[in-house]
């Protein structure tokens, strides 16, 4: 008889006895059970299922996953929404060229026919989530294997996804809560028309830049609008002209009325990743090898994008979005650095582990289970941290924002027949290729891109080990002393993927095996198979088998800290699923004499304008409002609120989520936390964990004021 796993009765046993307004990501459909009663003790005056119902329209029903990353919210009847102006960043630089630079002017459609279509651009709602733990775990036994196990789960899932959307245009998923333990089912509807309606211009959206990049305090109006469209019968539907707005079965009210130190704020969002329930030794492995070492990377990366940019205006442009990207994770590691070590973050996992094993040792009827898992994960860690650094230095060296020639050719590898089925329309394949190399050449310099190959290289070589360096690599230090300046410049002379008319003249006259054969020739080529020889042959499998490992400890680890810590409040990583977060308005001391109050004013933009520094350059008609105090109906005693901050527990993904009152009504919209709280993704520091939002009357000022776009605020329901 198989021996059943813990499952579902550890999760709802332990899972919420003490709760706190600050910290947790919690699941919707559990808040009536849960949390609503402590919601509505802070301040809450909404019901569960005002908040999430499948049987009447709902707050979630006005918020949605928008792009793959972020989240949006209704805010009219007619299908228009708001997130951040980061969260739409690449769209709006996609429109952008020299001559239209929406990115430094903003871009404002003034009727319906201005608006921006946005290929590839979606946003998906959740209609409904279900718990199907029971459903999953009765096929699972303890003495199974991972890769049995995780077969198993994809085969029930797969056939509980099919069963949801069975008869319907919607799309499911499955995902797993609390390291595996419990699992979910989601029905979602994913819209496929989304147009650009506003951006303000990058000197307000983007205001203060990598530099403010999560710091407070903050003064950037980081907001843009988008507007659904749909066909005639209101369902999803392909871009066409003739499209209609979404009518949607809810969307946010906003409120004129402000917020107070101490008032309830909830915010609904898509947090993409959290690891609160890691061992000491997943923090020491990021604190003192990963992060250290991918800084570095990225220190490269970003010294040779700003001095392009500074030099070019249209490398500014079309490096925009990428040094954006670049530049967060790397802000938001150094973060988590400095705050787990103001927390002794990892001193604190360790006294806690020990807590466990002198448990473990006066309840013997858990050590045949748990005796190990400590010890396991003591001797797994080396590897699996090797391992992960080097997945992410290729990722950064070869795949993303690193040498993008690189990223470029690998792509071409459908060309090859034995990587692809044997039926594949190859013309079809050829002309999706043509649309990559020019949508890849709109936003690519070939002299940043040799810059950036030779230095990453060379970085490379210094950080990893030998065994991890691709054959080519080997080749170039010892024919070329490493010099990697001069290789680099004599590949891209050579390289048919350097020149973008030589790319296309080569897939216009594809012929098969014989362009296959010069293609093999080219260097470029060769070095996307020598990378994919050392990632695929060697690092990615052995990543992957340590991945699994770890994530079978991790599975029993979450087990036994719920068996054994009965008085604490557990709350399910992140996983880019609808969570709830609430808290209230609070500033904090952000380091020895410094307290930091709740909210800026335009006044501080003001402040800190400077028009020799392009990020803080404040557009004369902002300055002209200013000094006209031409507020309208958006200020506060006489002054215009811009961003607050609350202890609502959020992370990426929860970018452009709304911030609600205690009515329910959009207050803000969230877009980044304190640089001092950012290792809230890890351990939650109640007193310098800080959401930052954008306050929605300064958003609104700005739509009516300096765009001189209020007719939108027309098909908003707003309460002064």
């Known amino acids: 008889m198989k021996r059943k796993l813990l499952l579902t009765a550890v999760v709802f046993l332990f899972v919420f006895p003490l709760l706190k307004a600050d910290e947790g990501m919690w699941i919707p459909m559990l808040l009536d059970k849960f949390n609503i009663s402590v919601m509505q003790r802070e301040g809450c005056k909404l019901t569960a299922e005002d908040i999430y119902s499948i049987n009447k329209a709902s707050i979630k029903d006005a918020v949605m996953i928008f792009g793959g990353g972020c989240t949006a919210e209704l805010i009219s009847g007619e299908g228009l929404l708001i997130t951040n102006h980061h969260c739409g960043y690449r769209s709006i630089q996609r429109h952008s060229s020299v001559e239209h630079d929406y990115l430094t002017d903003g871009f404002w459609a003034m009727s319906r026919k201005e608006e921006l279509p946005n290929p590839g651009l979606t946003v998906t709602f959740l209609k409904r989530m279900e718990d199907v733990t029971e459903e999953i775990n009765k096929h699972l036994s303890a003495d199974m294997s991972e890769e049995a196990r995780n077969e198993v789960i994809r085969r029930i899932s797969d056939s509980l996804v099919v069963a949801a959307v069975n008869g319907t245009h919607y799309r499911a998923t499955v995902k797993p809560f609390y390291q595996g333990n419990q699992f979910f089912l989601f ?21 203060g830049g990598d530099t403010d990049n999560w710091m407070w305090p903050r003064h950037t109006g980081d907001f843009s609008l988008f507007r659904i469209y749909a066909g005639p019968d209101n369902q999803p539907a392909d871009y066409d002209p003739s499209n209609q707005p979404y009518k949607p079965a809810k969307f946010l009210s906003i409120s004129l009325k402000g917020l107070q130190p101490g008032d309830f704020t909830m915010v ?14 997943h923090l020491k492995m990021l604190v003192e090898n990963v992060y250290p070492k991918l800084i570095a990377v990225r220190d490269i990366k970003l010294g040779i994008l700003n001095a392009a940019a500074e030099r070019d205006r249209s490398l500014r442009i079309k490096y925009a979005a990428k040094n954006a990207s670049i530049s967060n994770s790397w802000k938001r590691w150094k973060g988590e650095i400095k705050g787990l070590e103001k927390l002794d973050a990892i001193r604190q996992k360790q006294s806690y582990e020990q807590k466990i094993l002198l448990w473990l040792h006066n309840h013997p009827e858990y050590k045949k289970q748990y005796g190990t898992l400590l010890a396991d994960y003591r001797k797994l ?20 924002y690193g040498a993008e020639i690189i990223s470029l050719a690998r792509q071409f590898a459908v060309l090859d027949p034995s990587q692809g089925p044997p039926d594949v329309d190859r013309q079809k394949v050829i002309d999706r290729l043509k649309q990559n190399v020019r949508n890849f050449y709109k936003d690519y310099s070939r002299e940043v891109d040799e810059q950036l190959f030779s230095a990453l290289l060379k970085k490379y ?10 054959p080519m690599l080997t080749m170039i230090r010892s024919k070329y002393n490493g010099d990697y300046r001069e290789y680099v410049h004599k590949l891209y002379r050579k390289s048919v993927f350097a020149d973008s008319s030589r790319l296309i003249a080569f897939l216009n006259n594809y012929r098969g ?3 296959l054969k010069k293609l093999e020739k080219d260097p470029v080529w060769q070095w996307t198979r020598s990378v994919e020889d050392i990632y695929s042959g060697k690092v990615l499998p ?31 990583d992140a996983n880019f699923t609808l969570r709830v977060t609430y808290g209230k308005v609070k500033g904090y001391e952000a380091r020895d004499a410094v307290w930091y109050q ?14 020799e520094i392009y990020d803080y350059h404040v557009p004369e008609k902002l300055k002209e ?14 002054t215009l609120h811009v961003c607050f901050i609350a202890t609502n527990h959020t992370t990426g993904g929860n970018s452009g989520s709304p911030v609600l009152d205690a009515d329910g009504n959009l207050v803000g919209v969230n877009f980044d936390r304190a640089w001092e709280g950012v290792m809230s993704d890890l351990m939650f520091n109640p007193d310098q964990c800080r959401n930052i939002s954008l306050d929605i009357r300064y958003a609104l000022f700005l739509i009516d004021k300096y765009a001189g776009a209020g007719y939108l605020l027309n098909e908003m329901n707003i309460i002064e």
């Open 513 to 515: 095996s014989a362009s």
């Open 268 to 281: 609904m969002g898509y947090p993409g990743s959290t690891s609160e329930y890691v061992p000491s030794y």
């Open 542 to 572: 052995e990543y992957q088998k340590l991945s699994a490992e770890k994530a079978r400890l991790d599975r029993l680890y979450m087990q036994l800290q719920m068996t054994f810590d009965t008085a604490r409040t557990f709350y399910p």
């Open 381 to 400: 860690y080396p590897d699996y941290g090797k391992y992960y650094l080097a997945r992410n230095m290729v990722n950064e060296v070869f795949f993303r």
């Open 187 to 207: 029905v979602q509807e994913v819209f496929r028309d989304v147009r650009l309606v506003g951006a303000p211009p990058s000197a307000i959206g983007k205001f």
């Open 461 to 470: 070589e210094e950080t990893l080990e030998p065994g991890f360096y691709p």
């Open 625 to 638: 409002l200013y000094r006209n105090r031409d507020f309208g109906r958006y200020a506060e005693n006489g």
């Open 598 to 611: 709740y909210y800026t004013t335009l006044k501080g933009v003001m402040e800190k304008d400077n028009p």
